[in-house]
C-alpha cells in the first residue's frame, strides 16, 4: 500500500523541475507548446508530497507514443492514458521513490486550463492556500499509510476551489481556434530570438498601458532593459503580456498581411541577482560593436532589468 507524506515547502523543488523541462524540451522538441510546473510543489510555501509534476502541451497528441522507448530510456515507466483521455502520463522513481509525474495533453485540453487555473487560485487566494494546506497535512496525518483514502480526504476542497478557480478564471487561456496556424516552443523561440527585436508590453493599472520595447530571451524568460523611473514600474509584480510580430509581406492575393506572431504572459519582476550578465547579453544583441559598454555596467546604476517569467506562450502562423 501507497504512502501518503507530505513535506514542508522546499525551494528545490523549482530547480528539480527546471531540470526535468529541459530534458523534455529536447526529447519532444518537435512537439511542445509549452511546459508546466502543477501539482502542489509548485505553489510557493505548500507542503506537498515530494513529487515533481509536469504538464506538458503538445501540438499533436497522436505523435507522442513515438517516444515511448526514449522516455523509458529516461527512466520512466510509459502509462498510456492512465484513465483521463487524450492525456499521456508517466512516472519515473529515483532511489524506489516517486520523483517525477508527466501529464501531456493536447493544446487546448480543457484538463491544462483545470491545473493552472487551480494553481493559480491557490495563489492568488490566501484562504484557499490555508485550506488546501491544512486538508493536506491533516490527511497525511491521518492517513500516512493509505494514499487511496488520503486522495479521498482532500476531494471535496480540490473540487471547492476548481469550481471557484473556473468560475473566476473563465475567460483566460482561450484557444485558439485555428490550430493549423499553431507555432511551437521553439518555433516561438525562433521568432523572439532571431527574428524580431522588439515587441510591446501590455499591462493595466489606472488605464490600459502598451510600450515598445527590446527584449532579450534567455533561458526561458523575457528580459527588458528600464531606466529607474517611469510609467513602466507600474507593470511590476503584476500579470503582462508581452507581444511581438514577424512581417512577412502582404498578399495581395488573398488581401491579407501574412505575419508571425508571438504572445508571452506572464509576471513582470526587477531582475537583480542576474543583471549584469543580462546588460551584458543586451549589449551583445542590439550594439555587439560597442563590447567597451560592459566595463561600465557593474559601476552604471541609473538603470534596471525587469524579467517576464514565461507562465504561458502561444505562437501562430498567419499565412495564405
Not at 502543477?38 to 513515438?66: F, R
Not at 494546506?133 to 480526504?153: S, V
Not at 489606472?206 to 532593459?225: G, K, M, R, V, W
Not at 508581452?242 to 513582470?268: H, K, P, R
Request: charge should be neutral; aromatic fraction near 12%.
Amino acid at each position: 500500500m501507497k504512502k501518503a507524506e507530505v513535506s514542508a515547502y522546499d525551494p528545490n523543488w523549482i530547480k528539480l523541475f527546471e531540470a526535468e523541462r529541459n530534458v523534455f524540451f529536447e526529447l519532444l522538441s518537435k512537439e511542445i507548446i509549452n511546459i508546466f510546473h502543477i501539482g502542489s510543489t509548485s505553489i510557493p510555501n505548500m507542503w506537498a508530497k515530494p513529487i515533481i509534476d509536469l504538464l506538458i502541451e503538445v501540438k499533436d497528441i497522436s505523435n507522442i507514443d513515438q517516444y515511448q522507448t526514449q522516455c523509458e530510456a529516461l527512466g520512466y515507466t510509459y502509462l498510456g492514458e492512465y484513465g483521463i483521455p487524450n492525456r499521456r502520463y508517466l512516472e519515473k522513481e529515483i532511489d524506489g521513490l516517486p520523483q517525477y509525474h508527466i501529464h501531456i495533453f493536447p493544446y487546448g485540453d480543457p484538463e491544462i486550463k483545470k491545473h493552472l487555473h487551480f494553481k493559480r487560485y491557490v495563489i492568488e487566494h490566501h484562504e484557499a492556500f490555508i485550506a488546501y494546506r491544512d486538508t493536506k497535512i491533516e490527511g497525511a496525518d491521518h492517513f500516512k499509510n493509505d494514499r487511496e483514502k488520503y486522495q479521498e480526504h482532500k476531494s471535496k476542497i480540490i473540487q471547492e476551489i476548481d469550481e471557484k478557480a473556473a468560475s473566476l478564471y473563465q475567460n483566460s487561456l482561450t484557444p485558439m481556434r485555428k490550430t493549423k496556424k499553431l507555432l511551437t516552443y521553439f518555433e516561438c523561440v525562433e521568432i523572439l530570438t532571431s527574428k524580431t527585436h522588439y515587441g510591446t508590453l501590455s499591462f493595466y493599472t489606472d488605464i490600459p498601458y502598451l510600450l515598445p520595447l527590446n527584449h532579450l530571451y534567455y533561458d526561458h524568460a523575457l528580459y527588458f532593459h528600464s531606466g529607474m523611473s517611469g510609467y513602466k514600474q507600474k507593470g511590476l509584480h503584476q500579470p503582462v503580456c508581452f507581444n511581438v510580430v514577424c512581417d512577412l509581406g502582404i498578399n495581395e492575393a488573398a488581401t491579407t498581411n501574412n505575419f508571425e506572431s508571438v504572445m508571452v504572459y506572464g509576471i513582470l519582476e526587477e531582475e537583480t541577482e542576474n543583471r549584469e550578465l543580462i546588460l551584458n547579453k543586451l549589449i551583445d544583441r542590439y550594439t555587439p560593436s560597442r563590447q567597451d559598454y560592459k566595463a561600465s555596467i557593474p559601476l552604471n546604476k541609473g538603470c534596471k532589468v525587469f524579467k517576464l517569467k514565461i507562465e504561458y506562450m502561444v505562437g501562430k502562423k498567419h499565412f495564405h
